[in-house]
Nanobody
Protein backbone atom coordinates (compact mmCIF):
# COMPACT_ATOMS: atom_id res chain seq x y z
CA UNK A 1 0.00 0.00 0.00
CA UNK A 2 1.52 3.28 -1.12
CA UNK A 3 2.11 5.78 1.65
CA UNK A 4 2.92 9.46 1.37
CA UNK A 5 4.10 11.33 4.44
CA UNK A 6 4.59 15.08 4.55
CA UNK A 7 6.78 16.91 7.03
CA UNK A 8 8.32 20.33 7.55
CA UNK A 9 5.31 22.55 8.12
CA UNK A 10 5.27 25.25 10.76
CA UNK A 11 4.69 28.91 11.51
CA UNK A 12 6.77 31.73 10.06
CA UNK A 13 6.50 35.45 9.54
CA UNK A 14 5.89 36.93 6.12
CA UNK A 15 9.06 36.89 4.07
CA UNK A 16 10.33 33.76 5.77
CA UNK A 17 11.02 30.30 4.39
CA UNK A 18 9.96 26.74 5.01
CA UNK A 19 10.95 23.47 3.39
CA UNK A 20 8.38 20.73 3.11
CA UNK A 21 9.26 17.14 2.39
CA UNK A 22 7.15 14.31 0.99
CA UNK A 23 8.43 10.79 1.61
CA UNK A 24 6.93 7.94 -0.36
CA UNK A 25 7.05 4.22 0.36
CA UNK A 26 7.55 3.52 -3.36
CA UNK A 27 9.32 5.28 -6.18
CA UNK A 28 6.87 7.61 -7.91
CA UNK A 29 7.37 9.08 -11.35
CA UNK A 30 5.32 12.17 -10.64
CA UNK A 31 4.45 14.01 -7.43
CA UNK A 32 2.46 17.18 -6.91
CA UNK A 33 2.01 19.51 -3.97
CA UNK A 34 -1.47 20.88 -3.28
CA UNK A 35 -2.72 23.26 -0.63
CA UNK A 36 -6.03 24.05 0.97
CA UNK A 37 -7.00 27.03 3.08
CA UNK A 38 -10.07 27.05 5.33
CA UNK A 39 -13.19 27.68 3.28
CA UNK A 40 -11.37 27.33 -0.03
CA UNK A 41 -11.00 24.57 -2.54
CA UNK A 42 -7.86 22.52 -2.70
CA UNK A 43 -5.52 23.89 -5.35
CA UNK A 44 -2.46 22.55 -7.10
CA UNK A 45 0.76 24.38 -6.37
CA UNK A 46 3.70 22.56 -7.91
CA UNK A 47 4.46 19.36 -9.75
CA UNK A 48 7.60 17.43 -10.63
CA UNK A 49 8.05 14.64 -13.12
CA UNK A 50 10.88 12.68 -11.63
CA UNK A 51 12.48 10.97 -14.65
CA UNK A 52 13.29 14.29 -16.30
CA UNK A 53 13.07 16.66 -13.37
CA UNK A 54 10.54 18.75 -15.29
CA UNK A 55 8.64 21.07 -12.96
CA UNK A 56 5.44 23.10 -13.12
CA UNK A 57 4.05 25.81 -10.84
CA UNK A 58 0.93 27.88 -10.48
CA UNK A 59 1.47 31.58 -11.10
CA UNK A 60 1.01 32.63 -7.48
CA UNK A 61 4.02 30.60 -6.28
CA UNK A 62 6.23 30.82 -9.35
CA UNK A 63 9.59 32.34 -8.45
CA UNK A 64 9.06 31.75 -4.74
CA UNK A 65 8.56 27.98 -4.47
CA UNK A 66 10.91 25.32 -5.78
CA UNK A 67 10.01 21.67 -6.07
CA UNK A 68 12.82 19.13 -6.24
CA UNK A 69 13.38 15.40 -5.98
CA UNK A 70 15.87 13.13 -4.31
CA UNK A 71 15.61 9.90 -6.23
CA UNK A 72 17.77 7.97 -3.81
CA UNK A 73 15.66 8.88 -0.82
CA UNK A 74 12.34 8.76 -2.71
CA UNK A 75 11.45 12.19 -1.42
CA UNK A 76 10.10 15.30 -3.08
CA UNK A 77 10.72 18.62 -1.37
CA UNK A 78 9.01 21.97 -1.67
CA UNK A 79 11.22 24.91 -0.79
CA UNK A 80 9.03 27.90 -0.03
CA UNK A 81 10.67 31.32 0.11
CA UNK A 82 9.28 34.85 0.46
CA UNK A 83 6.21 33.42 2.14
CA UNK A 84 3.05 35.50 2.29
CA UNK A 85 0.06 35.32 4.64
CA UNK A 86 -2.01 34.04 1.72
CA UNK A 87 0.25 30.98 1.56
CA UNK A 88 -1.24 29.83 4.86
CA UNK A 89 -2.83 26.46 4.23
CA UNK A 90 -2.64 22.74 4.78
CA UNK A 91 -0.15 21.37 2.26
CA UNK A 92 -0.50 17.91 0.78
CA UNK A 93 1.63 15.86 -1.54
CA UNK A 94 -0.13 13.54 -3.93
CA UNK A 95 0.21 11.30 -6.92
CA UNK A 96 -2.16 9.71 -9.37
CA UNK A 97 -2.36 6.11 -10.55
CA UNK A 98 -4.22 7.30 -13.68
CA UNK A 99 -1.32 9.39 -14.92
CA UNK A 100 -3.07 12.68 -14.22
CA UNK A 101 0.00 14.01 -12.44
CA UNK A 102 2.00 13.79 -15.66
CA UNK A 103 -0.30 15.84 -17.89
CA UNK A 104 -2.48 18.93 -17.76
CA UNK A 105 -4.78 17.31 -15.22
CA UNK A 106 -2.16 17.89 -12.51
CA UNK A 107 -4.06 20.99 -11.38
CA UNK A 108 -7.20 18.98 -10.64
CA UNK A 109 -7.14 17.38 -7.19
CA UNK A 110 -10.09 15.12 -8.06
CA UNK A 111 -7.83 13.28 -10.52
CA UNK A 112 -5.39 12.31 -7.76
CA UNK A 113 -6.02 9.21 -5.71
CA UNK A 114 -3.01 8.92 -3.42
CA UNK A 115 -2.59 11.56 -0.73
CA UNK A 116 -0.53 12.25 2.32
CA UNK A 117 -2.08 13.41 5.57
CA UNK A 118 -0.96 17.01 5.11
CA UNK A 119 1.26 19.43 6.97
CA UNK A 120 0.17 22.87 8.18
CA UNK A 121 1.88 26.05 7.05
CA UNK A 122 0.99 29.31 8.78
CA UNK A 123 2.39 32.66 7.69
CA UNK A 124 1.78 35.71 9.85
CA UNK A 125 1.99 39.30 8.70
Amino acid sequence: QLQLVESGGGSVQAGGSLRLSCASSSFLSCVAWFRQSPGKEREGGARIYRPTGHTSYIDSVKGRFTISRDNKEKTVDLQMDSLKPEDTAMYYCATSTSGACSDDRWLRPDDFDRWGQGTQVSVSS
